[in-house]
């Protein structure tokens, strides 16, 4: 079996530890865990890894955000991968930070990522792993918010929640995604 496991963010280094680059991270976590190395692919850092016989191609689409369904279509189509097989990590405003959420489809949210990977695959029906890093903002100030960096207080808690995220994406590929979601929407 083969999944594609899609991390949002943004390139470059002035994006690295910003609370919307939490898709690379939690995926940077995934790949070191399996030992697995990136490269350059279209449009995106890949690394492809094997757990427990199933093939997990990571991506990091580095098309910005708001084209991050340019790359997770292309991948998709090339690796023939069906939506759900498919499990995008992203960061979420409407969770406090590092709770995490697993849905099966739904809305964008008012995500730019999830808006693009929407349209480019004609479709809200594929698994993402939502990843919440707060909204301590003001009204007209969530893009700031979003590409800011975290606070001290909140450091522990997010990597808690990238240890969760990996051990989510881990069960999802093994144990199938109800499950999952069980265990990880309940996680309090």
């Not at 492809?48 to 279509?73: C, D, E, H, W």
């Not at 808006?115 to 893009?143: H, M, T």
Request: net charge positive; aromatic share 8%.
């Amino acid at each position: 079996m083969k999944y594609l496991i899609a991390g949002l963010g943004n390139p470059g280094s002035e994006y690295e530890n910003t609370r919307h680059n939490i898709g690379f991270k939690v995926l940077d976590q995934l790949a070191a865990d399996l030992g697995g190395t990136w490269e350059t692919g279209k449009n995106v850092m890949v690394c492809k890894v094997l757990f427990k016989s199933r093939i997990l191609m990571l991506i990091k689409p580095q098309t910005y955000m708001n084209l991050s369904g340019k790359a997770v279509s292309h991948w998709m189509q090339l690796e023939k991968i069906k939506p759900d097989h498919l499990v995008v990590v992203t960061d979420d405003i409407a969770l406090p930070s590092g709770k995490l959420r697993l849905k099966l489809k739904g809305s964008d949210g008012g995500h730019n990522g999830l808006k693009s990977i929407d349209s480019s695959l004609n479709s809200q029906n594929y698994p993402r792993l939502r990843f919440g890093v707060g909204n301590d903002f003001f009204p007209g100030k969530q893009v700031e918010y979003v590409l800011g960096t975290w606070k001290t207080e909140e450091i522990e808690a997010i990597q808690n929640g990238i240890i969760r995220s990996v051990d989510a994406i881990k069960m999802f590929v093994t144990i199938g995604p109800g499950q999952t979601m069980t265990a990880v929407n309940a996680n309090k």
